[in-house]
């Protein structure tokens, strides 16, 4: 009897997987990626230059005003960024003197940011959260003394007065899309008084200078040269066999490497759209995403795993736009953590229902030192927890550590360090110039390695019981989350030192509203326990866990505004759910295993 045919995929024009593969003596194993990719540019505004010329009239970012949209083209864009980069450097920056730019992810932020990277003047993006009324004033000090910038851009001066107003900001130029005060320096007047001014940045030179996400000790300034933002967005571009320029809606914020250069930069880089997407992935922000999602048709869209969780469940209730949303889409991507394959699994048998394909779901891997993307899945999937193989020109070494592999990486994209580092700051490369991300990966088959490597942790967030058991945090979230079935959000692991590994999990709003307490309760230890039933070992068991009211704290960094959970950070503010959870008699609103 002939087994039914497998659900088609629908092509999403990869350009197929190369790879070489070198095994060590001592257990080392080296992955290479020999695919060639172009070099035609080599400084970020290269690729603005040559789609001026190629195709002027092309949209390249557009942004909500109103029901509708503003608009920027190819010609539009370098022609403001030609004049503003001339004002620019008026005002002193260069090389020597960073742009910090304090605003949110909008057209204006992208131009002046490619106006400053022309004339050599680092731009540095950093948070809008460290400038929000309220927020913690050592932190934007922090930044500013790494940076050391020349003059901060704020698109809204007066969202962000309380920030401009702190000691740490005392002389800096203030540039202000609105709102500029006696003294300070409208945009739009810069655009329109600066003289034209050619790209003069060198390969070498630093580009933009982003933030770590701090979850492990204070924020680094990373530096990301000119040649590593240009090169990782040709090494990404050669994964595809598509010369169709990309359409994408996306919120992810360019504070960051994930939506600074693998989706700003790339879809500049392959003369594509953006559509800038204001929306969160939390609860009451999301409906500016669905909003977006309602009226453009993506060739690609990438979220954080919170947002595909909650994307599924809208997928599932509305037809109409699930209809929008899978008309032309060829890649879905997710990124910043991992994302539970029963959220992938749902979203697939909407595809299905809908256009009668499944879509490939892809992630990449790496971080702001990598450019970001050290490897990508760049071929036809529907897994999750892969991390790919390395992307064209790229060498990843698994090196053995603690009974696992560090992955570390070696390409063109990688930074060659940290700005104003201070001596006491680790050396983040070993001695044949990996540099050490410190996650661990490993090959999904030893014996085929061309299936690619999947995650293996964090080894930095991985901890041991009172037992000494060793646990995998990241691995044991990921897991948990798909065996209580899109029930909750995400989930904070603990148990360091204590007897058992527990769980606070933050719930979706959609199925609070759906199921009653004591339901909720009932899927959530049915799932657990059939998760605990099939682990090997107290290390891969949940022995308790409590439901958390609310969602966590983006204002305080709880979520970084990645949209993924900062661990360490969730578990030191929420000491009286750590005691609930881990109590010698706990009270009756702990699930026990």
């Known amino acids: 009897m002939n087994s039914p045919a497998a659900p088609p995929i629908r092509d999403p024009r990869y350009a ?151 000691p740490a900001m005392a002389g800096l130029t203030v540039i202000a899309a609105k709102g500029a005060r006696a003294g300070e320096h409208l945009l739009a007047d810069l655009i329109a008084e600066g003289p034209a001014t050619p790209d003069s940045a060198r390969p070498d030179q630093i580009a933009k200078l982003l933030l770590t996400s701090g979850s492990t000790g204070r924020p680094k300034a990373v530096i990301g040269t000119q040649g590593n933002i240009a090169l990782n967005a040709a090494q ?75 994307l599924a469940g809208e997928l599932e209730r509305d037809e109409a736009l699930a209809r929008v949303f899978f008309e032309r889409v060829r890649v879905l991507q997710y990124g910043g953590a991992g994302l539970a394959q029963s959220v992938c699994d749902r979203i697939q048998a909407v595809a299905l229902r809908t256009v009668g394909e499944q879509i490939t779901f892809a992630t990449g891997y790496g971080s702001t030192e990598t450019g970001p993307t050290a490897c990508n899945v760049h071929w036809e999937n529907l897994r999750t927890g892969m991390i790919g193989l390395p992307v064209p020109g790229t060498t990843v070494k698994l090196a053995p550590q603690d009974g696992k592999h560090e992955i570390r990486v070696k390409g063109p994209q990688v930074s060659p360090g940290y700005h104003n ?78 007897e058992g590994v527990g769980l606070l999990l933050f719930i979706d709003p959609a199925t609070r509203a759906r199921l009653t307490h004591d339901e909720l309760r009932a899927q959530i230890r049915a799932g657990l326990e059939r998760m605990n039933a099939a682990a090997k070992g107290s290390g891969g068991k949940i022995a308790r866990a409590l439901i958390l009211e609310g969602a966590p704290d983006a204002h305080s960094g709880e979520i970084t505004d990645k949209g993924y959970i900062n661990q360490a950070l969730a578990r030191a503010r929420r000491p009286a759910e750590l005691e609930r959870l881990f109590a010698d008699a706990p009270d009756p609103e702990v699930l026990v295993f």
Not at 295 to 310: C, D, K, Q
Not at 430 to 445: C, F, S, T, W
Not at 481 to 490: E, F, Q, R, T
């Open 236 to 310: 990404i571009a050669a994964c595809y066999a598509d010369p169709e320029p990309p359409v994408v809606v996306n919120s992810a914020p360019w504070s960051h490497s994930l939506g600074a250069n693998a989706i700003l930069h790339m879809v500049l880089h392959r003369g594509g759209s953006l559509y800038i997407d204001a929306g969160q992935p939390v609860a009451g922000r999301f409906d500016e995403t669905l909003r977006n999602l309602r009226e453009i048709s993506t060739t690609y869209h990438n979220m954080v795993p919170a947002g595909w969780a909650l």
């Open 16 to 166: 197929g997987r190369r790879f070489e593969i070198e095994h060590r003596p001592d257990g080392t194993i080296i992955l290479g990626n020999p695919t060639p990719y172009s070099d035609l540019f080599q400084t970020t505004n290269a690729a603005l230059d040559h789609w001026a010329k190629a195709a002027p009239d092309a949209l390249w970012l557009a942004e909500r005003a109103g029901d509708g949209w503003r608009k920027v083209t190819y010609g539009q864009a370098h022609d403001v960024v030609e004049h503003l980069a001339g004002s620019l450097k008026g005002l002193g920056l260069g090389p020597e003197r960073p742009l910090l730019i304090l605003a949110r992810n909008g057209i204006d932020h992208a131009l002046i940011a490619y106006a400053a990277m022309r004339i050599g003047a680092p731009a540095a993006p950093v948070s809008p959260q460290y400038g929000q009324k309220g927020a913690n004033p050592e932190r934007l000090a922090h930044a500013v003394a790494l940076i050391r910038p020349g003059a901060v851009f704020v698109d809204d001066r007066a969202a962000f007065d309380e920030a401009l107003a702190a």
């Open 421 to 498: 580092a201070g001596p006491d700051l680790a050396d983040p490369f070993d001695e044949e110039g990996y540099y050490r991300l410190g996650d661990a990966a490993k090959l999904i088959d030893p014996e085929r390695p061309e299936l690619g490597m999947i995650f293996d942790g964090r080894l930095v967030e991985n901890f041991k019981l009172a037992s000494g058991t060793f646990v995998t945090a990241g691995a044991l979230r990921l897991t948990a989350l798909s065996a209580i079935g899109g029930a909750a959000l995400d989930a904070v692991v603990c148990g360091e030192g204590r």
